[in-house]
């Protein structure tokens, strides 16, 4: 069975700076469509970030530039390091991995931004 457990959130500053882990287990992350989407109060689920087994990534225009997702292979796991964090930033983030019919999700970290 396949796992993802997402770390790393919290409440920052704005212009503040984290990074967010998304273990994977049961499986090889290299063998994924991996992605960060987030749900904010009120909102819907969007894609923020995805990074593709040819290495290619996709970025929301809304954190283009500011967010950046990467894959260390070695250590089976996904991360989103999110800096210069603005107010509407703030929502759940979760990690997902695809491949074919398969669709798996990780429980989110909370990410606050706020003075």
């Known amino acids: 069975q396949v796992q993802l457990v997402e770390s790393g959130g919290d409440l920052v500053q704005p212009g503040g700076s984290l990074r967010l882990s998304c273990a994977v287990s049961?499986?090889?992350?290299?063998?994924?469509?991996m992605g960060w989407y987030r749900q904010g109060p009120g909102k819907q689920r969007e894609l923020v970030a995805d990074s593709r087994i040819s290495g290619s990534t996709n970025y929301a225009a809304s954190v283009k530039g500011r967010f950046t997702i990467s894959r260390d292979n070695a250590k089976n796991t996904v991360y989103l390091q999110m800096n210069s964090l603005k107010p509407e930033d703030t929502a759940v983030y979760y990690c997902n991995a695809k491949l074919g019919t398969y669709d798996f999700w990780g429980q989110g970290t909370q990410v606050t931004v706020s003075s």
């Open positions: 049961g499986s090889l992350v290299s063998v994924f469509l």
